[in-house]
C-alpha cells in the first residue's frame, strides 16, 4: 500500500473529493524517549554484534520488538536469563534498584535506556523518601515502569490506579504526603485522582513539575482537539501500551462517536467505515510512522483520501545516547549518535 500525499491545504495530490477525509493528529508517534531507547538496541547491536539482550520489552509496540529481535535481539523477563557478563539493555520505562542490583552481580554489561523524564520521577521518589514523605504514586499496578518507581522506596510508596481507588489509602501522617506519578497517563483522570485524594488529605503537595510526560499531553490534547468533529478515531498503538489505550478513552470524552485501537492496519475492520464522513487518526508514543502510513493507505483505498493534519504542538526534544553505550562508542572512534525521529527509516521493513 502507498500512503496518499498531503497537499498544504490538506488534500492529497490527485485525489478525487469524495466528502470523506482524514484528521490526522500531531504531535503523535515516537517520542523522545523511544526513539532513544530504540536506537540504543540498534547501535549495540551495530556495535556488539547479536544477541544483545534487553529486559522486558524496550517499548510497548509488537512492531518494533519484532523488528528488533528479528535483528538479533533477545528480549528476556528477568537478568537470570541473560548469560553472565552479556549486554543488556533495560527499557525505557526503567528498573528498580533491586534490578541494577541483580544485573552487577551476573556482570552484566548493562545499556540503561530509561527515558530521563521517568528517571526524574524516579529521583522524586528518592527524595521524598529520604524526607520521610508518604508518597502517593498514581499509576497502573504491575506496568513496568511502577513497579521501577515503586522498587525505589517500596516503605514509603504505595500505588494509587484510579480514583476509585482513593477511598482504600491509608497514610501515616496527612500534613507529610505528596503525589507523583506515573508518565503515560491520562491528564484529566490523573487530575481527577489527585482532585480525590486532596478531599481526603487538604494538605497534599504536588511534586515539584509535572510528572506525566510532554508527549503523552502533547498527544492527548491533539486528540481533544480534532475528535469533537470525528465519527470514528483510530488510534495505533499496542495493547499493552498505557499512552495508546489513553488516546482511545481520550478520544471518546472529547466528544468522538466511535473510538477503537489497532496495531497495525490490517487490524481495522472496514464494517468501522460505514456511514462514517470524517475519521481521526493518531498514534501512540512507542508507535513508529511507517505504521501510521500503512492506516493512511487502507483508508485512503475506501475514500477517505483527504487528509487534514491538526497540529497543536511542535516537538523538538532529544535525549542523548545512554552513557554506556555513547562511551562504548567513543572509545571505538564511532561518531556521536543524537537519537531523532525525522528521517528514520531503520524501522520502516517488515521483520523477516
Known amino acids: 500500500m502507498t500512503s496518499p500525499t498531503v497537499s498544504a491545504s490538506g488534500t492529497p495530490s490527485g485525489t478525487p473529493a469524495t466528502g470523506k477525509r482524514v484528521l490526522l493528529a500531531a504531535p503523535r508517534g515516537y517520542c523522545a524517549g523511544v526513539d532513544r531507547a530504540v536506537i540504543a538496541v540498534e547501535k549495540a547491536l551495530e556495535h556488539y554484534g547479536a544477541p544483545v539482550y534487553v529486559r522486558k520489552e524496550i517499548v510497548h509496540n509488537r512492531y518494533v520488538v519484532e523488528t528488533l529481535a528479528a535483528r538479533g535481539a533477545v528480549f528476556v523477563n528477568e537478568t537470570d536469563e541473560v548469560p553472565e557478563g552479556s549486554h543488556v539493555v533495560f527499557s525505557a520505562h526503567g528498573v528498580s534498584p533491586a534490578v541494577h ?14 527515558c530521563p523524564l521517568v528517571t526524574k520521577v524516579h529521583k522524586e521518589a528518592v527524595r521524598f523518601a529520604s524526607e520521610d514523605y508518604d508518597i502517593l504514586l498514581i499509576g497502573h499496578d504491575g506496568h513496568e515502569e511502577v513497579e521501577g518507581t515503586y522498587g525505589e522506596a517500596p516503605d514509603h510508596i504505595q500505588v494509587v490506579n484510579s480514583p476509585d481507588a482513593v477511598a482504600d489509602v491509608v497514610v501515616r501522617d496527612p500534613d507529610r504526603l505528596i503525589w507523583i506519578s506515573q508518565t503515560t497517563l491520562s491528564v484529566d483522570e490523573t487530575m481527577d485522582t489527585v482532585r480525590r485524594l486532596r478531599e481526603r488529605f487538604p494538605n497534599l503537595q504536588d511534586p515539584p513539575s509535572d510528572d506525566i510526560c510532554y508527549a503523552t499531553q502533547n498527544r492527548q490534547v491533539a486528540v481533544k482537539k480534532l475528535a469533537p468533529e470525528c465519527d ?8 499493552n501500551s498505557s499512552n495508546s489505550v489513553r488516546l482511545v ?41 511507517i505504521l501510521v502510513k500503512d492506516v493512511l493507505a487502507l483508508l485512503a483505498e475506501h475514500g477517505f483520501g483527504d487528509v487534514e493534519e491538526v497540529r497543536t504542538a511542535t516537538e523538538d526534544l532529544m535525549f542523548s545516547l545512554p552513557r554506556e553505550l555513547r562511551a562504548d562508542l567513543k572509545a571505538a572512534g564511532k561518531a556521536p549518535v543524537v537519537p531523532r525521529r525525522d528521517g528514520r527509516t531503520s524501522l520502516d521493513v517488515q521483520p523477516a
Open 101 to 114: 542490583a541483580q544485573a552487577a552481580a551476573r556482570n552484566l554489561q548493562t545499556i540503561d535506556a530509561t
Open 232 to 239: 470514528l478515531v483510530i488510534t495505533v498503538g499496542s495493547a
Open 249 to 289: 478513552e481520550v478520544a471518546l470524552d472529547a466528544g468522538a462517536r466511535t473510538s477503537y485501537r489497532v496495531d497495525q492496519a490490517s487490524e481495522i475492520d472496514l464494517a468501522w467505515l460505514d456511514g462514517v464522513t470524517t475519521v481521526g487518526v493518531t498514534s501512540g508514543a512507542s508507535v513508529p510512522e
